[in-house]
Nanobody, 115 residues
């Protein structure tokens, strides 16, 4: 069974930075895609950024230039460096791991950006 454990959320002022981490444990196929998604109150869950096991990245337009996704394959860990945070970035951030038909989600970590 695969488990994803996120950490690093919290409260930060606008313009500040946070770094999220997500560690995956269990039996994981080496070729996979990991990513971050977020869900704000009253809104649908949306993609923030993804990264493949070969390092290809994809970002939502709203975070390009401010957020950076990275991963450590040896540790099965994905990171999200968030800079220049805005109040509209406030949401629960979820980690996701996918390979083949397998699809796993973390429990989420709250990020709150005050104005």
């Amino acid at each position: 069974q695969v488990q994803l454990v996120e950490s690093g959320g919290g409260l930060v002022q606008a313009g500040g930075s946070l770094r999220l981490s997500c560690a995956a444990s269990g039996t994981i196929f080496s070729i996979n895609t990991m990513g971050w998604y977020r869900q704000a109150p009253g809104k649908l869950r949306e993609l923030v950024a993804t990264i493949t096991s070969t390092g290809s990245t994809n970002y939502a337009d709203s975070v390009k230039g401010r957020f950076t996704i990275a991963r450590d394959n040896a540790k099965n860990t994905v990171y999200l460096q968030m800079n220049s945070l805005k109040p509209e970035d406030t949401a629960i951030y979820y980690c996701r791991l996918r390979y083949g038909l397998r699809d796993y989600w973390g429990q989420g970590t709250q990020v709150t950006v005050s104005s």
